[in-house]
């Protein structure tokens, strides 16, 4: 079932994370098949294989070829036919006729009794099915080897034609963020650019009148806006092309403006601050005029107030679907749960992902932890290792939802689910890196 932003039970008192999760990847859905009913190739780009880490892929790679391209060594030793072995401690005893390097093969062919020096990715001559490691033989002579039968079973040691990729089969499925393995697995094939999904223009502004530009001066009471700063950042890790709409003062008439501004040119709007209690009310009546937003209480902490909906095509429009828009919460930590936890996927599923969700892992509380229950916590912390080797994680510092400190020693977020109560010392807790995703 899809919900609009402003079905009353995502507008109830607390939205459990997860229903808003779903509100929002719902919504997306439908902008993804607005944009199919608009557009089709022009929002596929071609791009060179250096140009393409981050961005996502919009076709199947399908191999050219077979990967291997024929049957090779996987060792430096020996090669020679695998009939000679059995299960016994009897000694084989092989005659060295000629060596094969990688790039230079061996033409001839080995017999019975007979082996050939072989080096790891050297093509399998032939008459050769096994490949003994240089390591477990020994040699009488210079042009003999001799090892225990029972070391290796017969085809050990061989890579196989086709064992890693077969030739018109995907070598990488649409969707694939590209990392890059991914850039050196299409090298691999030959094939030199991607068809990737266009970049997602995003918009971001700061509203506030206490906020101030870098290199201005602050008089009593003004801030310097950080929030566009960490939005940057987070967004340049995703690879989009970002709009800075800048500060945007707490005046219907700027904000329309703006939001108008960003709706004609962007595919998604992001926005910090405005949406708290007493702000919303003030925001809400303009989101009324230019979209269908709903203003969300999530239980969790932090990043309770968020707004979430679409802006309302306007003339000229340049996004081939209506422009999806995130009110985050104005403090600073609070931008950036927010963003990890709803924006990032939203981001990656508009842009044609097919996996969004960020991995989770497990640590061991170093300390008890307090926890309300009923509500999702983000809590900032350090992932390390025991004296016993096993992970652990520590909180750093203050935990406010302005404290920004908090986040910046960080490296991890310790996330305690809705139903959970309070950590003892030594409860395993989930866990999620920031490296990679923030
Ligand atoms: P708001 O959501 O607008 O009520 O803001 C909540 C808190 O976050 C207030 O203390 C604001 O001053 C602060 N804040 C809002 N926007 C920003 C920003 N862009 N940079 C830093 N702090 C901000
Ligand atoms: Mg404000």
Redesign the pocket.
């Known amino acids: 079932m899809t919900h609009s932003p402003n079905d009353p039970i995502l507008l109830s008192s607390s939205l459990h994370v997860d229903e808003a999760r779903k509100a929002i990847s719902d919504l997306v859905k439908d902008l993804l098949a607005e944009a199919r009913n608009i557009t089709s190739q022009s929002a596929i780009e071609l791009v060179s294989l250096d140009q393409a880490i981050n961005r996502i892929l919009a076709e199947d790679l399908l191999s050219p070829i077979d990967v291997p391209s024929a049957d090779n060594s996987a060792m430096d030793g020996y090669a020679f036919h695998g009939n000679c072995l059995g299960n016994s401690e009897d000694i084989v005893s092989l005659k060295v006729i000629g060596t094969a390097y990688a790039g230079k093969p061996f033409e001839g062919n080995i017999g019975a009794g007979e082996c050939l020096k072989i080096m790891t990715g050297a093509l399998m001559p032939n008459g050769c099915d096994t490949v003994i490691p240089q390591e477990l033989t020994s040699t009488p002579s210079d042009a003999s080897i001799e090892f225990k039968q029972s070391l290796l079973k017969p085809g050990e040691n061989r890579r196989l034609r086709g064992e890693d990729l077969q030739n018109g089969k995907p070598a990488i499925e649409a969707g694939r963020l590209l990392r890059p393995s991914d850039l050196g697995l299409a090298a691999s094939l030959g094939i030199a650019t991607l068809k990737v999904h266009r970049k997602l223009k995003v918009a971001i502004l700061?509203?506030?009148d206490?906020?101030r530009t870098l290199g201005e001066a602050l008089d009593a009471g003004s801030?310097?806006?950080?929030?566009?700063y960490s939005l940057t950042g987070l967004l340049n890790r995703l690879d989009l092309e970002i709009i800075d709409c800048g500060i945007v003062r707490d005046d219907p008439v700027s904000l329309k403006e703006a939001f108008c501004n960003a709706a004609k040119v962007a595919d998604v709007l992001i926005s910090?601050?405005?949406?708290?209690v007493g702000?919303a009310d003030f925001t809400k009546q303009i989101m009324q005029d230019l979209g269908d937003v709903g203003f969300w209480k999530i239980a969790m902490r932090p990043g309770r107030p968020m707004a979430f909906g679409t802006l309302k095509p306007i003339a000229g429009q340049s996004s081939p679907h209506k422009t999806l828009f995130f009110g985050l919460?104005?403090?600073?930590v609070a931008v950036m749960v927010t963003f990890y936890q709803f924006v990032r996927a939203a981001l990656l599923q508009l842009n044609g992902a097919a996996q969004t969700e960020p991995p989770l892992t497990q640590a061991i509380s170093e300390s008890a932890i307090r926890k309300k229950p009923d509500r999702t916590e983000f809590q900032r912390a350090i992932l390390g290792r025991g004296k016993d080797g096993k992970p652990t994680v520590k909180l750093t510092g203050s935990q406010g939802a302005?404290i920004l400190r908090s986040m910046s020693e960080a490296n991890c977020f310790v996330i305690l689910h809705h139903d959970q109560g309070n950590i003892a010392a030594g409860d395993w807790v989930d866990v999620a890196l920031f490296d990679g995703l923030l």
Not at 223 to 228: L, Q
Not at 272 to 276: A, D, F, K, Q, R
Not at 329 to 332: A, E, I, L, Q
């Open positions: 700061s509203s506030g206490e906020l801030i310097y806006d950080s929030n566009r910090s601050g405005g949406v708290s702000e919460p104005g403090n600073p302005g």
